[in-house]
């Protein structure tokens, strides 16, 4: 795997993803998942509260990377190399 590359196509991920991330749709579901996320989270002990965000914080890490490697596959298989 050619690291450079590998490096220059996911720093291009948030440029490229910018449009979506700013999208009206994307806004209405971010904001309406936080605000469920805070209302849990305001039923909580202080101590809960932090396990909460310690999962919370494990799993968005866990997706982004899940996004970042299929954006990299996409880019890979786009231009017809393998991925492996």
């Known amino acids: 795997m050619n690291t450079d590359l590998?490096?220059?196509?996911?720093?291009?991920?948030?440029?490229?993803?910018?449009?979506?991330?700013?999208?009206?749709?994307?806004?209405?579901?971010?904001?309406?998942?936080?605000?469920?996320?805070?209302?849990?989270?305001?039923?909580?002990?202080?101590?809960?509260?932090?396990?909460?965000?310690r999962i919370l914080n494990c799993l968005s890490d866990q997706h982004s990377e899940v996004a970042l490697e299929a954006y990299y596959r996409g880019f890979i298989k786009g231009v017809g190399h393998d991925v492996e």
């Open 6 to 53: 590998r490096d220059f196509v996911l720093d291009e991920f948030d440029d490229s993803m910018v449009g979506y991330l700013c999208s009206k749709e994307y806004r209405e579901t971010d904001r309406e998942l936080n605000q469920q996320i805070a209302d849990f989270r305001s039923t909580l002990s202080p101590d809960q509260a932090l396990q909460f965000n």
